[in-house]
């Protein structure tokens, strides 16, 4: 998604992402807390008070190692805080070690 908005609307099935068969709702959200438009704590925020998203996994990615931050997205219903690696291929090992772990 580009922003925080566009994950709302997609999540949400509205708009340009209406058409379930085209966009289904994911098992697995990977969320950056930094997006333009509505925030990933907005967007977590939304996702734990919408019945249809509630009980989806989300795993907040950031390159932030802010230990405030984590504790905000855990008590916000985070299933897990991922600090971003700084390589490329890190950052892929750590992606297939996240969709490993929750799916």
Known sequence: MHDGDDAIAYLSGTGKFANRDEHPLPQLVLLDLKMPGKSGFDVLRWIRHEEATKDLHVV??????????????YKMGANSFVVKSPTHDELVKQLREVKNHWL
Not at 60 to 73: L, W
């Open 60 to 73: 907040v990615m950031t390159g932030s190692e802010d230990v405030n931050a984590a504790n905000r997205a």
